[in-house]
Each structure stands twice: as structure tokens, then as C-alpha cells.
């Protein structure tokens, strides 16, 4: 963990307990070729995956299943210029079996968007980077 101009770099386990205390991240993805982010509400799983809790007829839903997105969630104070940035990047994929959706029906995450029904998304941790600022000082940019 190495500091810098007021910035410490995260190991891994720090990164997913900083990451479970948030409900609300963002998926960076592509979409008609160009990048797309998108807030959603998520839960971390036993494995660290990121889940979330879509209508399966979401847009969000067609674009990642299959494809390495990244993941990011944070948590700043303006007050005392401090806080945190967790990035996960991964392979993000539909659940399909019966019995891991039931169990993520039952202790899953719950969508905070309305839905008659839902899927789950996953999204495997297989790179996960985080720094957190603290209190940096207010300097114009380019000058020290």
C-alpha cells in the first residue's frame, strides 16, 4: 500500500470490505461501440462476485452477458476531501441455474427498480484495484 500526494493505494481485501458497505455502483460497458456507464444497486457474493438485479428485459442485460465489463463503486466527504475508489473488471454473466437463482431470489440483491420478474447478473472480481484520497489539500491545477 503505497502513498502518494495524499493517495493510498488498496490491497485486495480492503477493496472488497470498503466495496461492501456501499449499495449503489456503476457498470462501465460498451454500447453501440462507445462506452456507457450506468448506476445500478449491487450486493458482493460469498466469492466476491459483483451481483446485481435487473428486469430480463433490460438493455443492461444484453450488452454485458458475456463480456468483460468493469465495476466501480466509491464513497467521498467534500467536507474533508477524503474517500474511496474500488474498480473491479471482469467477465460479467447471466445466471442461469435454477438452484444459484433461487438461492440469489432468497439472499440475493434486491433491485430497487420495480419488476414482475427478475435475473441476476454476475460479475467475477478478476482484477480489482482501489486507492483512497485522504484529506487532500485544495491546490489550483498545475501548481504545487
Same mark, same amino acid.
Given at each position: 500500500?503505497?502513498?502518494?500526494?495524499?493517495?493510498?493505494?488498496?490491497?485486495?481485501?480492503?477493496?472488497?470490505?470498503?466495496?461492501?458497505k456501499?449499495p449503489v !455502483?456503476?457498470v462501465?460497458?460498451?454500447?453501440?461501440?462507445? $462506452?456507457?456507464?450506468?448506476?445500478?444497486n449491487? @450486493?458482493?457474493?460469498a =466469492?466476491?462476485?459483483?451481483l446485481?438485479? %435487473? @428486469?430480463p428485459?433490460?438493455?443492461?442485460?444484453d450488452?454485458i452477458?458475456?463480456?468483460?465489463?468493469a465495476?466501480?463503486?466509491?464513497?467521498? =466527504?467534500?467536507?474533508?476531501?477524503?474517500?474511496?475508489?474500488?474498480?473491479?473488471t /471482469?467477465?460479467?454473466?447471466l445466471? %442461469? =441455474? $435454477?438452484?444459484?437463482?433461487?438461492?440469489?431470489?432468497?439472499?440475493? $440483491?434486491? @433491485?430497487?427498480?420495480? @419488476?414482475?420478474?427478475s435475473?441476476?447478473?454476475?460479475?467475477?472480481?478478476?482484477?480489482v484495484? /482501489?486507492r483512497?484520497?485522504? !484529506?487532500?489539500?485544495? %491546490?489550483?491545477? /498545475?501548481?504545487?
Amino acid at each position: 500500500m503505497m502513498e502518494n500526494d495524499g493517495f493510498r493505494a488498496l490491497d485486495r481485501q480492503e477493496c472488497l470490505r470498503l466495496m461492501a458497505k456501499v449499495p449503489v !455502483g456503476r457498470v462501465v460497458y460498451t454500447r453501440h461501440a462507445l $462506452p456507457a456507464v450506468m448506476p445500478v444497486n449491487f @450486493s458482493l457474493d460469498a =466469492d466476491a462476485a459483483v451481483l446485481m438485479c %435487473t @428486469s430480463p428485459a433490460s438493455d443492461l442485460v444484453d450488452a454485458i452477458n458475456g463480456v468483460v465489463v468493469a465495476f466501480e463503486a466509491d464513497e467521498f =466527504d467534500a467536507a474533508t476531501r477524503s474517500g474511496w475508489s474500488v474498480v473491479i473488471t /471482469g467477465r460479467a454473466a447471466l445466471v %442461469t =441455474d $435454477p438452484a444459484e437463482h433461487e438461492r440469489l431470489a432468497q439472499q440475493g $440483491p434486491r @433491485s430497487w427498480m420495480p @419488476s414482475r420478474d427478475s435475473v441476476f447478473l454476475r460479475i467475477g472480481c478478476e482484477m480489482v484495484t /482501489g486507492r483512497e484520497l485522504t !484529506g487532500a489539500r485544495a %491546490t489550483p491545477c /498545475g501548481r504545487p
